[in-house]
């Protein structure tokens, strides 16, 4: 195997990795759960290593790396880039210092905005993808998960954006709080009904998501509301707070919906009730499509 | 010592107990950290015994209990009374099955209502103490909280109530959210202006919570927000969602605020800036005076 370059996202939770040859084809991936949050910056040259080791020669090897691995508790702060701006620039990318001469690694920067503030990582390259997969996109791009974020993009630039911490609320709320006791399974079949009903109720009633969600488990407990329709709720719940807060950036606009899970799938179904149309496409595609916008120009040894 | 009854608050995460003479006079008092959320059934009796042991004589000595020892999962359940009724009955008590023949335990039960479902089981007590303490009140009663509690009392009647979640949501997302890192210690001067203009800002815009919260971490990265700030604001927000949703019960009421703490204080402050006058009575002489007030009729043995 003998690979042209690295492609990594390194997020807080998880390392990914894919070996990729000249002709833009995948080699190999591997991935493991170092993420950020686990590692001290000691200890990122060999969780990465762990994973591609066995891919470097002799030479050093390109890699390009997006997500929290640049950032301040990462390997290498590389500094937020202002918008508006295009998603990546080839020519601000951070070198990580590196112990094996093989590695020669850079990482791309997030984005922030000034007011209200605002901050990504990870996601930029996810965008930068989109463009690459839909040449000259206008509109608003949905990246939904444990900080939502929404872009508005416009002749190649990230004009504005907008994070929500809904998916960290529904862990918080779902496994920890309360209503842990009143929710079924993860893999519970989706209860469309109760919720695109719970969407509609935070979209028209917003301020009412506090007294909402103990009213799940006081109708579990008197009405034995079924924990997969609890669970439904809930979702529907935080998501339609996300959508009503989100109303501009989708409000007549087209919507890219980056992600193929089933919470983006939610989204989706969530957008569509009100009227917005979205076009899916896939996570994993948009950070490759990406990172390999930024190996044109500048990133060769 | 000869006391004339035992006074039992036993929440989810604190047992306190008190003395009482037959003049009313609090002959002595204790307090562990053995809520219903650490026992299991068997051991409810003992944790008791632990505390009241040597108050005990060689006759039964009534005690009256509130709170979630009532719970299913708690001594043994008092079943729900529901609303409109007056927050307490002496007629409506549950006697624990106790091995001790010197206790003679009775629990009051909580509060349900059924549409919106809701349920309430300790602050019946304070809300019948209070109108103890303000005879003829008619008007809302407040009790801020991990689960906070809007009630409507008319009559001597429990007419509608409202739980929210507020409190769980500010330990979730201040303890284990991204937020941990941005926010100050909880012993931080308060700062008003900070907290009531987030107070204000969730008022107004309460769908964008979501976003709101991302944003304090946002700011703290950008603009360097103070981690005291950063707290009032996390405190404003979702205490200004709640007051959003109760609207309903403080515009133009008389609204009684149970609790003497500096969470019932930036709930009065809240209020205040919102126009609507607050009275505080005292939340463990709510208790008290809710529970002397079960002792008038029918629990001696």
Not at 153 to 171: D, N, P, R
Not at 192 to 214: K, M, N, T, Y
Request: aromatic share 6%; hydrophobic share 45%; net charge neutral.
């Amino acid at each position: 195997m003998d690979p042209d370059w690295i492609a990594i996202d390194w997020g807080t939770s998880n390392l990914r990795v894919w070996a990729i040859a000249a002709s833009g084809a995948i080699l190999a991936r591997a991935g493991s759960d170092e993420g950020m949050a686990r590692l001290s910056p000691d200890g990122f040259e060999p969780a990465l290593l762990r994973l591609i080791g066995g891919w470097l020669g002799t030479r050093p090897l390109p890699a390009l790396a997006c997500g929290m691995v640049g950032a301040r508790q990462g390997w290498t702060e590389a500094a937020y880039r202002a918008i508006p701006c295009a998603p990546l620039d080839p020519a601000a990318l951070t070198r990580a210092p590196t112990r094996d001469p093989r590695l020669d690694l850079r990482i791309a920067p997030g984005l922030s905005q000034d007011r209200p503030a605002d901050v990504m990582r990870g996601e930029e390259t996810q965008i930068a993808g989109a463009l690459m997969l839909e040449p000259g996109f206008d509109g608003v791009v949905c990246l939904p998960g444990t900080h939502s974020k929404w872009a508005h993009v416009s002749a190649g630039e990230v004009v504005s954006f907008q994070t929500h911490m809904t998916g960290e609320l529904f862990e918080l709320v779902s496994r920890q709080s309360v209503l842990r006791h009143s929710l079924g399974a993860d893999d519970a079949p989706h209860r469309e009904e109760a919720f695109l009903a719970a969407v509609s109720d935070a979209i028209s009633r917003p301020e009412r998501i506090g007294s909402r969600l103990f009213g799940i488990r006081a109708e579990g407990l008197l009405h034995g509301l079924a924990p997969a329709t609890a669970r439904a709720r809930l979702s529907g719940l935080l998501i339609g707070m996300e959508l009503a807060a989100a109303r501009p950036y989708w409000l007549g606009q087209p919507v890219a919906l980056i992600g193929s899970s089933g919470l983006a799938r939610a989204y989706a179904t969530a957008l569509a009730a009100q009227g917005a149309q979205t076009r899916s496409l896939d996570a994993t595609a948009c950070t490759l499509a990406g990172l390999t916008s930024l190996l044109a120009t500048g990133t060769r040894p």
